[in-house]
């Protein structure tokens, strides 16, 4: 089923980029990642929790709007990867890209660590390699963000077609690598995904619009 250039196959998200040289670039998200995508970030517009958008309520939506974004940062990363000398240490494929857009679109998950007595917060485990430290209390409530962080790997398909899989999407600041003392790195604090966000403000639309280089920022692939 094709709409507006997006193809969906048995649950699969595709979206073409564009071309280097011959070779097409496409966009994809497998059904698993959509489906857990789908429980945290795309809850529906009116689920004021961390994590979630009210911008959009699928990834559809997200990737047809930011794909004139996501072109010029997917491209380098493909050519500094082509441009490679035989030999040389790899290129990481996985990459994240940052962008403020032009209006607030959700609740982030995360708020600057500096702002929080240690008493509000507490350890967590975010996974079998990664931890930090979380928001406790509901009566601090989640921050509406214009940020948008995708998390993407580059994988080239029958030599021909460049893969663009895209494993996540959120509201929010980068966070980098889900490894080791996340919070202390990245100097953030973390919500669950239940946590309570702010109230929408009624004029949630009424920002200025940004130049394409004020609303992307890029966290090199080869960061860490």
Same mark, same amino acid.
């Given at each position: ?10 649950? =699969?998200? #595709? ?13 994809? %998200?497998?059904? %698993? ?8 970030? /795309?809850? +529906?517009? +009116? ?6 958008? /009210?911008? *959009? ?21 493909? =050519?500094?990867?082509? %441009?490679?000398?035989? +030999? ?15 209006? &607030?679109?959700? *609740? ?21 390699? %990664?931890?930090?430290? #979380? ?7 989640? &921050? ?48 669950? *995904?239940?946590?309570? +966000? ?21 966290? &090199?692939?080869?960061? #860490?």
């Amino acid at each position: 089923m094709a709409q507006n250039n997006q193809q969906v196959f048995q649950n =699969e998200i #595709r979206h073409p980029l564009g071309k280097i040289g011959n070779h097409p670039i496409i966009a994809v %998200a497998y059904p %698993a990642t959509i489906e857990r995508l789908s429980s945290r970030c /795309f809850r +529906g517009k +009116g689920v004021c929790k961390a994590g979630n958008f /009210f911008r *959009w309520d699928n990834f559809l939506d997200v990737i047809r709007e930011f794909a004139d974004d996501l072109k010029p940062f997917i491209e380098e990363h493909i =050519e500094r990867i082509s %441009a490679q000398p035989a +030999g040389a240490r790899p290129i990481p494929r996985r990459g994240s890209v940052e962008f403020k857009n032009e209006h &607030p679109l959700g *609740w982030s998950s995360t708020a600057d660590l500096a702002l929080y007595r240690r008493e509000v917060l507490e350890h967590f485990d975010i996974n079998n390699g %990664a931890y930090g430290r #979380r928001i406790r209390s509901n009566r601090i409530l989640a &921050p509406i963000t214009d940020l948008i962080t995708f998390v993407y790997e580059v994988k080239k398909r029958d030599n021909r077609t460049w893969l663009v899989i895209v494993h996540s999407v959120y509201p929010g600041k980068d966070v980098g690598d889900l490894k080791g003392n996340v919070s202390e790195r990245e100097q953030v604090a973390f919500f669950d *995904w239940f946590h309570p +966000g702010e109230p929408i403000p009624s004029n949630v639309n009424s920002s200025k619009p940004l130049s394409a280089a004020e609303r992307a920022t890029l966290r &090199p692939p080869a960061r #860490r």
